[in-house]
């Protein structure tokens, strides 16, 4: 089985369509919109031109899926947070945040939660260890790392609107 079958066709006004047909031959597409929506769409095998499945995602969701379809890379010498009691997730920050323009030191993350914020994704930008005058946009994910009960608290505060 040689490699996927894959396309690229720029929509204008749109964004750009991907189409990939599996080995199993059957046909997936992704319409990447400029602001980060994209919109997931699964054809019948039957017939590859009834969709039968679509899903309209925000850009958390998407990058969401990404990081459930990317394989799981193991190296000895990265720690297992599992294993120590310790969860890392993604928290996005929307748009209409109540933090979006303030500075991370005012949610007073650490000191409530016990969770730490070891970069934040803006965009197409990765920003390690940010500090407390780091100023947080709607759009950001927060890679935060804690306790469960931590970082489940850590998403209620930044959830807040």
Known sequence: MGAARTSRTPLPGIGVRYDLVTRERRKLSVVAEPDGVRTLSAYRKDDPDDCALAVRLDAGEAAAVVEALRPAHHSPSLLSTTE???????????????????LL??????????????????????????????RLAGGDTLIVIGT?????????ILGRE
């Not at 469960?148 to 209620?156: I, K, L, N, Q």
């Open 84 to 102: 120590l009691g310790l969860v890392a997730e993604r928290i996005g920050l929307s748009s209409t945040s109540y933090w979006n323009g303030r």
């Open 105 to 134: 030191g005012d949610t007073r993350m650490r000191t409530e939660t016990g969770v730490s914020i070891v970069a934040v994704l803006r965009r197409a930008e990765a920003l390690p260890s940010p500090g407390p005058d780091f």
């Open 148 to 156: 469960r009960e931590g970082v489940d608290t850590a998403a209620e």
